[in-house]
């Protein structure tokens, strides 16, 4: 997948998805851990043209975005805003309620992205593919209204995407999985890319742990760049939608200013040798 497209609302590059939505290629993470900065996400979206923000119910900053994005004076039809369906919202009837109380804690009419978080979904009798599936109707329902303009998921492997593919008819436009140096599925990312599937990753610092790598506090010395903006630009180079989070209005400020340079492919093969199978989130490999 290359980045495509002309500059989105923010001037960033896009990524065309089969929804016909274009996505930013760079957005803005937001968490539970770390906290949680009204002032970062203002700045990111006056002062560093981020129109991409990522979230979810878990993370219970949904109400707190809304206040942010009405702060920042930027229109609505400017961003991109994703969310995220909790396992415990699966289910066909639940999965649309959780979806209009996340639009109403963001104050949107629609989301752009909706993913389901997570694939195993923890309900007594009955199997994991068997709730996927019926939440995923109800995903592709709430694509066909127009709610949520694009839909897809997050930590599925190629198991759990192949079930999908046979028991529902939209294959997910996004699937959302962690990506950095050290944990670089590229299997998952090809099976991705076959069918059309965007790839976007999340930790593309390894929550701080490639940041002190020597390989990548070399590289950055070499480019006059900060190793977060080196990791950042080599998961964009890698054709990734990328989301790094940060509460801190320097570090925002430091992880956009990644489109004016380009890392050598000699230098991008270093760093997708680095991978050693690391996960510093979930690992889903365990889950049917």
Sequence with gaps: ????????????????????????????????????????????????GIRHIDTAKRYGCESLLQEAIRDSGVKREDLWITTKLWHSDYGYENTKKACLESCERLGVEYLDLYLMHWPDAHVPGKSNREVRAETWRAMEELYEKGLCKSIGVSNFLISHLEQLKEDCVITPHVNQVEYHPFQRPQELVDYCKSRDIVFEGYCPLAKGEALTHPTVIQLAKKYGRTPAQICIR????????????????????????????????????ILNGMHDGRHVSWDPSLIE
């Design 1 to 48: 997948m290359a980045v495509a497209g002309g500059p989105g609302p923010g001037g960033g590059p896009v990524v065309p998805l089969a929804s016909g939505r274009s996505i930013p290629v760079l957005g803005l993470g937001t968490s539970h851990q770390g906290g949680y900065s009204h002032s970062a996400v203002v700045h990111a979206l006056q002062e560093c």
């Design 234 to 269: 080599w998961s964009i180079q890698n054709g990734i939608v990328t989301i790094p989070k940060s509460t801190k209005v320097e570090r925002i400020q430091e992880n956009c200013k990644v489109f004016d340079f380009t890392i050598a492919e000699g230098d991008v093969e």
